[in-house]
């Protein structure tokens, strides 16, 4: 038509005009019948099973202590922000451009010039939907199928899958009491020289590293910065876990004694006050945010979330998060005294100095995977080695058991269930502590 | 260690004890100093520019109406929902699994059988981080590089830029003022027959077509299953928009007609609630959800969102979108009166039976790229028909105007400024109607 002013008419549909009344009838059409397995894409994982509910003894995935959660003070800042702003929802990206909510920004660029030394403005952090996205951006930036990557031996199992899936050649450096071995890390880069291959990054957890709960220390950090400057590769710094150190100060980042150059840090608020509302970050210069931020096409993360962070933080982050430590570490000490008391010698670990969870080495006999397999179908659910593990030799007899979430009776009976189970399997513990199981 | 519980000593940081102090001093450590440019992966976007607030005159984006932003539903839903619930926040997924918040699920299950004859179980949806995650979902659980679709010839902007980055082929599909021509869409296939080739889906947003506001009836879209059932391609249906019909039943989905047989199934709360809340929804058969789910990699979408959604929806939504509806519809009366009295009759347009966007055809003489890029300079933000379309012919003098988030008056004072621009660029309109602009 024309331009002018037009009578509403328009489009009319069959029927009465109740507004979207419901529909009646719906006529059937013949079934489009054809095999659509056949135009899926190649490689995709297996399908998902449904979903059961959590297992009974559930010793997996990053959940937090409901106990810690701060929910008045979340509740409280949703009251507060959405009385105050809450009419900016009706806008994508609220009033804060595309890097996320400013104020949320504005308090993340104040926690990590106090908590991690690093200097940096609050347009050179970008909120993503969880530390995972940040990784799945990180890797966009980065990867390119046959690429090669440098990263801990035992580390984030979701990390692992990731790198298999972009088809990306993984070298895994051993660790130690305080995190990747510098040695071996300077024997890898070699290598990788030698041949002609330049890894594309070095990712690291280097503050309560994933699972083996070690911190890497100042002097070691300035010797992976001076080994990643040498050989010009970036390094891919990801924090999740720095806020829950039990105590004294923690090292600075890595990003903090680079001053940005050459690495990029992420982190999240899902270890510190809930896992559930999926926000996490990216810090880095702006030649590389600029970079980032076109292959976050989400129209940004979710707002209610940042907000209500946003609110929360500046007042009570502070506060909540050594409450939230204190409660973890006495979930840590049921989990050791309970592994103590059921596997005797049979279990050994570090005393990690903070974190959600324990790396446990078994006896050589004990297959992870299939004690993880077993354990599922009595409720226990256990990460194996090998799935958090770039040498499936090493990870074969270990186990990632998390510790936030289970009460503290379901830790000693979950610990003494898989005690069960693995006796049953593999003949150790010898000797099972005399207690009844639940 | 061995097993048995360990004093609390472990790794000790250098310094005195106050739980994560803060940093006093970070040693510089010499920067990494190399191309961090030769790193990245190939065929990334351009950078982004930095965000300088949004502009005066904002036509673009799926930001909906301030004033109609259902804020006191949402804030009582969220004090009673954290008030109830609020410590499964502590949890991945909440209690739910993977799916989703189930109680946002069941209220979908009965919004969908309701507004659209779908008869699904809550089982059968899938809760994403706004449409956007769906439809990069469906794309991963399809595509790979240089496969072919079938899409509208004026579409979403951001479903062409996906498919581009994908590196897979689009056939555009003309529109009429019903939504795909089948005659067309007949040829496309049959060609693609000709030539070997199987697309792997056609997709199509049938209820308020985006840009262009068509409905498609019921008869076509009959015909349009008939078609991708003989020729074994199936439906991509989105209908981010399909709650925003200003009047009448709107046809059933094609998911309904089909009982889910091929067909896909999108929808959003984006454009009903709220764009900022990141819900959106994937409807499919089991054997098509468990497919999808193990490649959303993102640990569940934003927790709180759903739950506020999944307490307000069931009592409120159906009260609440009506009254947006009507407060739309009176802001696309603004625009089409402004429109006529500042263009006349240089721009045509067809009244939409609903939605938020009017689509804009100019004189052939007007470049809409070159127009929308100068309009911007001066801080009228509109949608060049280009990058809306398949067709960059068909596209070239085109706009997609959308008026959702401005008010009355920033639309009538918009309107006036792009007129004006747009005569001192191109001739047209070539009697500007005599008012002050700005």
Redesign the interface.
Known sequence: ???????????????????????R????????????TS????D????????A??PKYNFV?????????P?EG??AA??TV??RE??????????????GYRPLRAFLARKLK????IACEP?EILIT??S??AI?LVN?????RGDTVLIEQATYG?SL??LARLGVNVVGVPLD??GMRMDALASALAELQRRGI?P??IYTIPTVQNPTG??M??PRR?EL??L??RH?V??FEDECYS?L????????ALY????S???IHIGSFSKSV?????VGYIVAG??????I???K?????????QM?LGEFCPAHFDAH??KL?RGL?AKL?TL??A??EQ???????????GGIYLWVKLPDSVDALRLAQVALTEGIAVNPGPEWSTDKAYGRSRLRLCFA?PSHETIRHGVAALAEVCSREFGVPARIANVRRG
């Open positions: 038509m024309q331009g002018g002013k037009q009578p509403i008419s328009t489009y009319q549909l069959a029927g009465s005009c109740h507004s979207n009344e419901a529909i009838e719906v006529p059937r059409v013949s079934s489009v019948s054809f095999d659509l135009l899926l894409a190649p995709l994982p297996p399908p998902a099973a449904k979903w509910g959590f995935g990053g959940h937090n202590d409901p106990e810690h959660l929910l979340l509740l949703a009251n959405l009385k809450g009419r900016t929802l009706a806008t994508y990206g609220l009033e804060s451009g595309a890097l106090a908590h991690a030394g347009d939907s969880g995972l996205q799945d966009a930036l980065f990867l390119a979701g899958s990731r009491g305080e330049r594309k990054y070690t911190i220390g100042e300035a910065l001076e990643a400057r010009g970036p390094i806020d150190v039990w105590k004294g100060a923690r090292p600075p903090a004694m680079a001053k150059e050459g690495v809930s896992p559930a509302l999926r702006w030649d590389i945010l600029s970079r931020l076109p292959l096409t989400d129209a940004g993360s979710g707002a209610l979330e209500v998060v050594p430590r570490r000490e050791m005294e592994l103590a596997f005797g010698t049979a279990a050994e670990f570090d005393d990690p100095p979430h």
